[in-house]
């Protein structure tokens, strides 16, 4: 991680960073959307969904299973890709946990 100094922050901050990060472009949220629907696919039908190229949704997916909230088998010369349960659950608490730490007092910020 280098120069964004992520050692610096606790290990619950460095999680909700990484699944922000996941999260932050549309087409990965509309592939996990997908993924959710269908509950399983190959890469193909992704391509058929999104108006993107084959190569531009392989690094989408790339980037959503380097955060963990997918995982993909190889199915001979295709990959299947979910959901991956276990990881999408740490993201909903510690994403949650985040969201409902702000409690507003007023309406007024500044």
């Not at 088998?73 to 990881?87: A, L, P, S, T």
Request: proline fraction near 2%; include cysteine; charge should be positive.
């Amino acid at each position: 991680m280098g120069l964004t100094k992520a050692e610096e922050f606790t290990v619950n901050d460095n999680r909700v960073s990484k699944y922000a990060n996941a999260l932050s472009h549309p087409a990965r949220v509309a592939i996990l959307k997908f993924l959710i629907q269908k509950k399983s696919c190959i890469c193909g039908d992704i391509v058929n969904k999104l108006p993107l190229s084959q190569s531009t949704v392989s690094q989408h997916l790339k980037e959503l299973k380097a955060a963990g909230l997918i995982k993909g088998e190889i199915e001979g010369k295709k990959v299947c890709y979910c959901i991956d349960q276990k990881e999408w659950k740490l993201a909903e608490k510690y994403l949650a946990e985040l969201f409902s730490s702000y409690h507003s007092v007023t309406d007024e910020c500044c």
